[in-house]
Structures are given as structure tokens and as C-alpha cells.
């Protein structure tokens, strides 16, 4: 399923995937998704509870994509804080930060209700500041939080360090609303839930053309094509030639990730003790936890642009060695990457390309819990929501200008980031 030269732990790990037929033939459908990560199989698995008929089609096979890749992060809240959004968003604000606030919750909900086997844990989610002015605004973060009866607490700089088990951090927060899955796991479970609920999936069809009809679209592959009333394209980062504009309404940024070996016991009690996940506050992230193995898995991004598995590999091993000194003669057999969907305004996105064809994409590297949210919101949207009713705002599409050049400037951002994390330790 993934890249040469790859190795991933979540494919090293999860059950075998169903089989699944690819489109053959012209078929109908009230409703078609293109794309099978979190955001269009929850729209399909929503759609089908709602007892509508919805077929999904992947280039691939469901968590093909980032959801198959990421770091199994459940995390809550976006970039911006919830006093800013409330500012940002007037009178949706208050309705937005809630949504948000309650993604972790739908995910392990889901898996709830679905028994998807996809190692479910929620000790909640740690982030960790690497210098005073990034500790003040995640413990103001904690603060907006706590206000809105969230249970998130600030943490000092000894609690930080008992937690992670690491002594490079100043303090930061620990919100008891997240959690880690096995994310392929988890994909794979939203496929087979959607399908057990009606919806049609299909591997190995790759939407080449998309074209308007007197019913709605036509979405045609090599193998088959589909009729459908409304389309919903959910193909984030791996967005292709078939809407071009959606294509430049994101720059796809790599982000890999390496795991270890099992830890010894001893470093297995040292390390996160607790079972939380962590995400630093560097400007070039860093972010890890542990597998029910007790393996360590950490991922980064920054590697902007083709850099070359090694010199990711390496990078990754430097993390290790200023994060966890003591375990950095461990064998790292496991390593793999994807592309995190960024937006100019940081913010998710979601959009109507014309009648009947929906788009939600760009978590900003937080779409574990937010990916699976809207999905939720197109499904209801798709289902005859008006737009307006909808928790998130829907914002007509704007490509990022010169979006060829965007990715060659964040190869040079991400140097000048790097300075800066540096300048700040
Ligand atoms: C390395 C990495 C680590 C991350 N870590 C975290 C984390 O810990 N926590 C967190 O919250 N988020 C994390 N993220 C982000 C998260 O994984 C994504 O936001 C989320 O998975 C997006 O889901 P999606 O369904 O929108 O897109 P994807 O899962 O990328 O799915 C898009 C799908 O569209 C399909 N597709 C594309 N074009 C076509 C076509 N023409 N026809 C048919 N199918 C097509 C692709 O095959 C793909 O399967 C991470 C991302 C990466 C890459």
C-alpha cells in the first residue's frame, strides 16, 4: 500500500483490510464521495446512518492517505485559540468552538458505538512549551479552555517533566479530551462501520473526471462511473488534477514519522508514564508517544519539500537524543511519512465548488478529531442542512496565489523556522 523505502508501523500492525471490489459499470448513488481518510468516510458513515444512499470511491484503498499515516494523535481544538475564534467568528464563534472542543468526543464515540478495534486510549493530550513565551500562550490556551468547562489543567514545569519523562520542557498543558488511535486502524473501522450501515466503498478507483449532468454529477474512473445527486471531494492533501483549484487551496507539507522497538521496561515507565501523547510548541512541531508495544513513535515536521528518507530518518534521531537522551541507542526500525493539507489561514476548510459539490479539507496537521468532525458537518450538509445551519463557517474557495512557488518559499520558511527554534532554546 505505501511508498518504497517506507516502512510503517501502523501498516506493520493492523489486521488485513477487507476486500473491497473497484467500480465496475455505471452506477447511481444520491451521494458520491471521492476519497476514503476520516473526512470521507465519516461523511459516508453519517450519510448511510441517515439512510441515504452514498458511494465511496479511493485512488487507493480507505486510509490510504494522511489518515492511514499520522501520528494517531486525538487532539481538540485548532490553531487558534477559543477567545480568538469567538472574535473571529462572531456569533457562530461560540458554536465553532464548541464543535471543535467536541471532536475528540465523536471520534471515541464512534469507536464506541462501532467496536472498531483501533487501540483506543484516552489519557489525555500533553502539549509542551520550549520557552517562556510559548509557555505563556499555552497556559493562557488552558485558561480559555477551562473557562468553557473544559477539562484541560496547566502544568508546571516538574509536572511536565514526570508526565513525558523528558527534562527539555517548561511547563505546558495536559487536556484529559484527547487520546491516540491506531490511526490506519481506525480508518479501516470507519470503512467497515459505513459499510455495515449501507455504504458502497471502492478500492482501486481512481476518480479521473468530474463533469456537471442534469441530475447532479458524473464521476467517472477507469473501471466505472457514478451518477450522483451531490459529490463530496475528500481528498485533503492528495487533492489531484480533477478540481484544480481545490488542488491549490492547500500546500501539502510532509511530515514523517520513525518507531522504535519495544522500549525496555525501565525506559517503558520512564517515558509518558501515563499514556498521553505529546505535541511540542516548536514552530517546527515535534510530536510522540508510545504504541500499546511500548514502542516510541516520533514524528516532526519540517521536512518541507523532497527531502530524502535518510536525512528525515536523521533528523528524527536528533529529536530523540534532545527529548529522551536515554533511549537514543534504540533500533528505530520504522519509518514512513505523508502530506498534512495546510491553509493560508490555518483554519479547516469547507466549501461549495458549485451546486451539489461539496468539499471539507485543510486540518492543519489536526484532523484526526477534526477530519471526522466534518466529515459529520458534509454528511449533514449533503443530507439538506443549509449551509448557514452548519457549526463551521462555509467559505468559498481561494487558491493560494502562485501555489507552485508556496511550496518552494516553505522550504525556505522552514529553514528560517528552524533558526528560530533554535534562537528560542
Ligand atoms: C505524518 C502525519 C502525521 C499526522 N499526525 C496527526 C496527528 O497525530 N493528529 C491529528 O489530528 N492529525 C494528524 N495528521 C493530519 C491527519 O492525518 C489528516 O488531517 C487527516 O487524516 C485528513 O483526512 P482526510 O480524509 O481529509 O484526507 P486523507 O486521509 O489524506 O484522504 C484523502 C484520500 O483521497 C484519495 N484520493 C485523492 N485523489 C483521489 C481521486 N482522484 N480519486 C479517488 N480518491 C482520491 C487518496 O487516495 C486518499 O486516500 C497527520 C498527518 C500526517 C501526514
Redesign the pocket.
Known amino acids: 500500500m505505501k511508498d518504497a523505502g517506507q516502512t510503517s508501523l501502523w501498516e506493520a500492525t493492523a489486521p488485513k483490510a477487507r476486500e473491497r471490489p473497484a467500480l465496475a459499470g455505471t452506477q447511481r448513488a444520491h451521494v458520491a464521495v ?7 468516510l465519516s461523511a459516508a458513515l453519517h450519510l448511510a446512518e441517515a439512510g441515504i444512499d452514498v458511494a465511496v ?4 484503498e480507505p486510509g ?4 492511514g ?7 481538540a481544538g485548532l490553531k487558534y485559540d477559543p477567545d480568538k475564534l469567538e472574535r473571529m467568528f462572531g456569533r457562530r464563534g461560540a458554536a465553532l468552538v464548541e464543535a471543535v472542543g467536541a471532536a475528540p468526543d465523536l471520534v471515541f464515540d464512534l469507536i464506541r458505538r462501532y467496536q472498531i478495534r483501533c487501540e483506543p486510549v484516552r489519557n489525555g493530550w500533553l502539549q509542551l512549551a520550549v520557552s517562556e513565551r510559548t509557555l505563556k500562550q499555552v497556559t493562557s490556551r488552558a485558561k480559555q479552555w477551562q473557562a468553557r468547562g473544559a477539562a484541560v489543567r496547566v502544568l508546571t514545569g516538574p509536572e511536565a517533566a514526570a508526565l513525558s519523562g523528558s527534562a527539555l520542557y517548561l511547563g505546558g498543558l495536559l487536556d484529559a479530551r484527547g487520546g491516540t488511535v491506531q ?1 490506519l486502524c481506525y480508518a479501516r473501522g470507519l470503512a467497515d462501520a459505513a459499510e455495515d450501515v449501507g455504504a458502497r466503498i471502492f478500492h482501486a ?3 479521473t473526471r468530474l463533469s456537471r449532468a442534469h441530475y447532479g454529477w458524473f464521476v467517472e474512473t477507469p473501471g466505472g462511473s457514478l451518477a450522483a445527486r451531490t459529490v463530496i471531494l ?7 488534477p ?1 478540481w484544480p483549484e481545490l488542488r491549490r487551496s492547500v500546500v501539502p507539507v510532509p ?3 520513525i518507531a522504535s522497538d519495544p522500549l525496555p521496561q525501565s525506559l517503558r515507565r520512564a517515558i509518558l508514564p501515563g499514556g498521553q501523547s505529546v505535541s511540542d510548541t516548536r514552530r517546527l512541531l515535534r ?1 510522540f508517544r508510545q504504541d500499546p508495544e511500548g514502542r516510541l513513535v516520533m ?1 516532526a515536521r519540517g521536512s518541507f519539500g523532497q527531502v530524502p528518507p535518510e536525512q528525515a530518518m536523521q533528523l528524527h534521531l536528533k529529536a530523540v537524543r534532545e527529548i529522551f537522551p536515554e533511549a537514543a541507542g534504540l533500533g528505530f526500525p520504522y519509518r514512513w ?5 495546510m491553509t493560508s489561514d490555518h483554519m479547516p476548510h469547507l466549501h461549495e465548488l458549485a451546486p451539489g459539490l461539496l468539499a471539507g ?1 485543510g ?1 492543519n ?7 471526522t468532525m466534518i466529515g459529520r458537518m458534509l454528511a449533514a450538509w449533503a443530507g439538506g442542512t443549509p449551509g448557514q445551519a452548519l457549526p463551521f463557517p462555509t467559505t468559498a474557495l481561494k487558491a493560494i496565489n502562485l501555489h507552485d512557488f508556496a511550496q518552494l518559499g516553505a522550504r525556505v520558511a522552514v529553514r528560517y523556522l528552524r533558526l528560530r527554534d533554535a534562537m528560542d532554546r
Open positions: 471521492i476519497g476514503a481518510g476520516y473526512t470521507g470511491i479511493d485512488t487507493h490510504w492517505g494522511a489518515s499515516r499520522n501520528g494517531g494523535q486525538v487532539i490511526p478507483s481512481p476518480c475528500a481528498t485533503n492533501a492528495y487533492s489531484g480533477i511530515s514523517f514519522q510530536y514524528g511519512g505523508g502530506h498534512v493539507a479539507l486540518y496537521g489536526r484532523g484526526v478529531a477534526m477530519a
